[in-house]
T-cell receptor, first 113, second 116 residues
């Protein structure tokens, strides 16, 4: 079946650098995407979402880019801080479809002070 | 404080011994769901509920039951647990998806279950 996946299992950066986490999806019917952050021992926490009628959405220090042509999603974190260290994963769902989102496996972001 | 709570947080049990993991939310959310998280597989949905008395299967419902008698509570029941149900379980809630748009889900802290 179609699935959502992440390119890199681990990303190490220095504090202050910008981080980019990527996600590929294969279901062209997907029209709603969410990025979650999961810290060790905690549940996933919503970061930012984007709908398919948008290419870019910005939050506080985070930006999500959506490229529907190549079915690619990315999360950019500006001025990465040690507190950003966590597992990040994307999820996708389909408007009008089932209420069963598909989650990627996750990328571990490690921020070195 | 708006939150989703789960109990217990950790549980070790034996094969075949029925157990229930409780989930409660204080945000008056209509939609609730249960996930399991396994290494290398990510989150997979077990069951979800659109509202009171309305439940439906997710991707991996086998071996699990749920009930939604009240809006705030959504317990997960394992009638006869098996070792392959050893996992990290998360409950989540959100406002009711409208026109198929899944709203932001708020997750509980997780329940780590070990079935021997």
């Amino acid at each position: 079946g179609e699935s959502v996946g992440l390119h890199l299992p681990t990303l190490s950066v220095q504090e202050g650098d910008n981080s980019i986490i990527n996600c590929a999806y294969s279901n062209s019917a997907s029209d709603y995407f969410i990025w979650y952050k999961q810290e060790s021992g905690k549940g996933p926490q919503f970061i930012i979402d984007i709908r398919s009628n948008m290419d870019k959405r910005q939050g506080q220090r985070v930006t999500v880019l959506l490229n529907k042509t190549v079915k690619h999603l990315s999360l950019q974190i500006a001025a990465t801080q040690p507190g950003d260290s966590a597992v990040y994963f994307c999820a996708e769902n389909i408007r009008g479809g089932s209420y069963i989102p598909t989650f990627g496996r996750g990328t571990s972001l490690i921020v070195h002070p | 404080e708006a939150q989703v709570t789960q109990n217990p947080r950790y549980l070790i049990t034996v094969t075949g011994k029925k157990l229930t993991v409780t989930c409660s939310q204080n945000m008056n959310h209509e939609y609730m769901s249960w996930y399991r998280q396994d290494p290398g597989l990510g989150l997979r949905q077990i069951y979800y509920s659109m509202n009171v008395e309305v439940t439906d299967k997710g991707d991996v419902p086998e071996g699990y039951k749920v009930s939604r008698k009240e809006k705030r509570n959504f317990p997960l029941i394992l009638e006869s647990p098996s070792p392959n149900q050893t996992s990290l379980y998360f409950c989540a809630s959100s406002l009711s998806p409208s026109a198929g748009n899944t709203d932001t889900q708020y997750f509980g802290p997780g329940t780590r279950l070990t079935v021997l």
